[in-house]
């Protein structure tokens, strides 16, 4: 069966890394680290239990894809972020 298409955003630069989504994804799909957030796409099923979870509305669910989103936030204050 084909993967769903991604509709899942994690807003680069925003999360506090609290851990409120990693404990309600069914699929084991949030990576979380020290200071660093990750979307395991293989695994998420768009369920949007994170998005639902996330108190800082760091977690977005958009219906029509997440490709034109950034995936990185800046390094520098004014840096551009690549699409």
Avoid at 27 to 41: F, P, Q, R, V
Wanted: hydrophobic letters at 35%; proline letters at 8%.
């Amino acid at each position: 069966m084909p993967q769903p298409h991604l509709m899942i955003h994690i807003v680069p630069g925003k999360c506090d890394y609290c851990g409120c989504c990693v404990g309600v994804c069914p699929e084991d799909a949030i990576e979380l680290m020290e200071s660093k957030i990750a979307l395991i796409e293989d695994r998420c099923t768009n369920c949007r239990k994170c998005v639902w979870a996330c108190p800082w509305e760091v977690i977005e669910f958009h219906r029509e894809g997440v490709d034109h989103l950034p995936k990185q936030t800046p390094h520098m204050l004014n840096e551009a972020v690549k699409f």
